[in-house]
């Protein structure tokens, strides 16, 4: 074996205890609940003991003694009251381990999500929105099962055995014997299995993730794959990526068939050979009926729950499949985050002092200095790639600065805790995200308590209330997830009306006017600068004619503002911004 091998096995059993340690640490609140579901299983099966020991001895005074009927009810009634006390506790157990597993499933989804929350957009970004999925939903799903029944059911393995053999081998040593020294094989077994099954389940989630990534991404893109003619290419892709997952499970189930009858044919050769070791004895006399029957009788409970423990070890390493999948987003680094929380003016002033960025080897910010006054309108001009996004991306909080900083009312926004910041902020993004719902639902996203007047008032600001009106349910009209039952110029308006509707003092714009004809965005424009009137706004401006709504324009390129001003100032001399709008000027006369 090279060295690599041993190396490979040190990490991998590393990382396989310290996925057990970090299953354990998840129960939280719910160990105590999964602890007495464990319990509850436990006296459940010991109640087999006194079960089999009266239905043992009732039969046996019938068959051997004679005895009639009338005598052997006094053995033989207590056992159907005992049966359904087993079952009223063990249907009592199980519904209190799903509800403490169902507890844990909802700590760790919420982890995951607050998680991602604070990596940010760098990070999902950066990884398959499919595999992303796979972990939040199919991830923590798999969780269940380990906490529903192979911990619970570690407990009733713990005590119902050890029971069985110390009730069984004062009366007949020799059946208790057997059960002692068969009864190591079945976990021996599963360790053996187990090994190698761990590798597998682990390939499976991984090719579940790669799978889920690409019929995501063939989902999201489907207009362009359509338009391109590549469906059919995309669909042999995915069909290769589906046949590999395919593969990977079914391995994964022939190891867990194998190992189940494996695990059947031990517990069985186990019965047998008690039974057979009985039957002899009987037969030449050297013990009783009853000591046999009732020996006999626990033997299958004897091993009821080390078969029960083979089963759910499948579900042991699904469980710890998943758990690395979730652990790697969980102990991701976060980007550093301000905490404090100081008390904001209505009026807030900003400031970019030389603040730098970069995209790991390529440089988007160099130094760029800007002011924002409140009360005006900044508009944040310059060709693709010059920087604009990533400035308006650091106010947002969804990246932090390499170099320089933010100063925001004063404070230092890396200081400053991202929701504490964000609840001064309203955002109208490029692409706005419409959320399933009605309408009134995503104009008050940002203030969920706004009355109907307010949002008919800021949907009239946004130009878009007479079209909420034209439809036959009115705000309460479903827009659809993604929004598609809207056109673009729809769902900006719709975006504006609730970046409005939130009483924020600043006002992040990514071309807030985009996908409007002239005459709604001088409507939208009109709206806007009455909005401003005491808010700081700061609009990218891909279109020069926006530039008109603003009361400065800042120039951007390679990363620095090259040029800051008035629209008058900049446009009567011979500046980079007067040369783009004459370009802009020449391009629409071109067009018509």
């Known amino acids: 074996m090279s060295a690599a091998a041993p190396l490979a096995d040190s990490e991998s059993a590393a ?28 006296f459940a099966g010991a109640l087999v003991i006194p079960q ?34 087993r079952f009223g506790i063990t249907q009592w157990a ?33 990884r398959s929105s499919g595999a992303l999925a796979t972990v939040v939903i199919d991830g923590v799903e798999a969780l269940q099962p380990y906490y529903a029944r192979y911990r619970p059911n570690l407990a009733v393995l713990y005590v119902v055995p050890l029971a069985i053999a110390a009730v069984v081998l004062p009366r007949d040593w020799i059946s208790g014997l057997v059960l002692l020294v068969t009864a190591p094989v079945i976990p021996l077994f599963m360790f053996l ?6 590798r597998l389940n682990q390939r499976q989630w991984r090719k579940l993730a790669q799978l889920s990534g690409r019929l995501l991404d063939a989902l999201r893109h489907l207009t362009t794959i359509k338009l391109f003619n590549a469906a059919g290419r995309e669909a042999d892709s995915l069909a290769r990526v589906s046949d590999e997952y395919r593969r990977t499970t079914m391995s994964v189930l022939r190891v867990a068939f194998l190992s189940s009858l494996a695990l059947e044919f031990f517990a069985t050769v186990g019965i047998a050979l008690v039974a057979v070791l009985i039957g002899f004895r009987l037969l030449d006399g050297m013990m009783g009926f009853g000591v046999g029957l009732f020996a006999l009788l626990l033997a299958p409970e004897f091993y009821a729950p080390l078969r029960r423990l083979g089963a759910d070890y499948h579900a042991r390493m699904e469980a710890l499949a998943a758990a690395e999948g979730v652990v790697a987003v969980l102990e991701a680094s976060e980007p550093r985050r301000g905490t404090g929380e100081p008390s904001l003016p209505e009026k807030i002033a900003i400031s970019f002092e030389d603040v730098a960025f970069a ?20 508009a944040l001009v310059g ?26 009312a004063g404070h230092d926004l890396a200081s400053i805790s991202p929701s504490h910041w964000l609840q001064q902020v309203a955002l109208v993004p490029q692409r706005p995200y419409l959320f399933a719902g009605s309408i009134r639902d995503n104009i008050r996203l940002g203030q969920p308590d706004a009355p109907q007047s307010a949002v008919e008032a800021v949907a009239t600001s946004a130009a878009i209330h007479d079209f909420i009106m034209s439809l036959p349910d009115g705000y309460a009209t479903p827009v659809g997830e993604h929004g598609h039952t809207l056109s673009g110029g729809q769902a900006q308006r719709l975006a504006l009306a609730r970046a409005f509707l939130k009483p924020a003092p600043v006002v992040l714009m990514d071309e807030g006017t985009a996908g409007l004809d002239h005459a709604l965005e001088d409507d939208v424009g009109a709206a806007l600068a009455r909005l401003a009137r005491g808010r700081t706004v700061l609009v990218i401006a891909h279109r020069l004619r926006t530039v008109q709504l603003a009361d400065r324009i800042a120039v951007m390129e390679g990363g620095r503002i090259v040029e800051a001003g008035s629209p008058s100032e900049l446009g009567a001399a011979d500046t980079r911004f007067a040369r783009m709008l004459r370009a802009d000027e020449e391009a629409a006369w071109a067009a018509t």
Do not use: N
């Not at 396989?16 to 602890?35: H, N, P, Y």
């Not at 381990?97 to 604070?118: C, D, E, M, N």
């Open 359 to 378: 995209y790991g080897e390529t440089p988007a910010l160099q130094g760029a200095t800007l002011a924002l006054e409140p009360g005006t309108v900044t």
């Open 193 to 198: 299995i187990g090994h190698g099954t761990e």
């Open 52 to 85: 089999a020991w009266f239905l043992a001895y009732g039969i046996a005074l019938v068959v051997v003694g004679g005895a009639t009927l009338a005598e052997a009810l006094p053995w033989l009634l207590p056992v159907p009251p005992i049966m359904l006390v």
């Open 383 to 408: 060709a693709s790639g010059s920087g604009k996004s990533t400035l308006l991306s650091l106010l947002a909080t969804q990246r932090v600065p390499h170099g320089g900083r933010v100063v925001v």
């Open 15 to 42: 990382l396989r205890r310290r996925l057990i340690q970090w299953l354990r640490d998840q129960e939280g609140g719910a160990g105590s609940t999964l602890r007495r579901a464990g319990m509850l299983g436990a």
């Open 94 to 126: 199980d519904r209190m381990a799903l509800g403490g597993a169902i507890a844990v499933k909802g700590h760790v989804r919420a982890a995951l999500v607050r998680k991602l929350q604070a990596l940010g957009t760098d990070y999902v970004q950066a």
